[in-house]
């Protein structure tokens, strides 16, 4: 069945850059996700790249797509305390937003 | 609201009890869906709604799991004969037509004592 993968743990320096990264199985994914979850709250879009697509880039957010390896990964630079929180990547299956979600990296930023 | 709304926000019940979680999307989205998160089993899929009828059903645990959608809008999730495996936070998103992004609600945590 699909299968998304991350590291649980990655910890930063404030004003370094963060790479979270993830594999999935499933190649025919059309869209490919990340979500942000803070403590006690909701999952929250980051972003998301058409698989078609190798790289995306919205403001501190860089997504690159590798569909030969099933790669994704999600850069974030100059990293700051805001951004600490629960990272998931997730791929959709089914033609619909059903997603498959990874179980989440913690970002922890430190100064 | 302008979001995705889920009631109630905790809810604490007994082993053995039917339990109600609802959510109401955002007003106009066609599609709803119910996710499960907890701490064994992460973030799961539990069911998609395309208007009233639910098309996927297929992340449902058991039969003690059930979902309806009425008018197209609010979505009641019952788990009957709650377990302690139940317990859990049940999340609701909504998307409209030809959209990419779900939008989540803040979850109903659920605590089976």
């Known amino acids: 069945g699909e299968d998304v993968e991350q590291s649980l743990f990655l910890s930063v320096r404030e004003g370094d850059s963060s790479v979270i990264n993830c594999t999935y199985t499933?190649?025919?994914?059309?869209?490919l996700y990340w979500y942000k979850q803070e403590p006690g709250a909701g999952l929250q879009l980051l972003t998301y790249?058409?698989?078609?697509?190798d790289m995306k880039q919205d403001q501190r957010l860089t997504v690159l797509l590798n569909k030969k390896d099933k790669h994704l990964s999600l850069r974030i630079a100059d990293t700051q305390t805001g951004d600490s929180a629960i990272y998931f990547c997730a791929e959709s299956e089914g033609g619909y937003n059903k997603l498959i979600f990874g179980a989440g990296t913690r970002l922890a930023v430190h100064p | 609201g302008a979001g995705v709304s889920q009631s109630p926000s905790n809810k604490v019940t007994e082993k053995g009890k039917d339990v109600e979680l609802r959510c109401d999307p955002i007003s106009g989205h066609t599609a709803l869906y119910w996710y499960r998160q907890s701490l064994g089993q992460g973030l799961e899929f539990l069911i998609y709604f395309q208007g009233n009828s639910a098309p996927d059903k297929s992340g449902l645990p058991s039969d003690r799991f059930s979902a309806e959608r009425t008018g197209g809008s609010v979505s009641t999730l019952t788990i009957q004969r709650t377990q302690q495996e139940d317990s859990a936070v049940y999340l609701c998103?909504?998307?409209?037509?030809?959209?990419?992004?779900?939008?989540f609600g803040q979850g109903t945590r659920l605590t089976v004592v």
């Open positions: 790249i058409f698989s078609n697509m």
């Open positions: 499933d190649s025919s994914s059309t869209y």
């Open positions: 998103a909504s998307s409209p037509p030809g959209v990419t992004e779900a939008f």
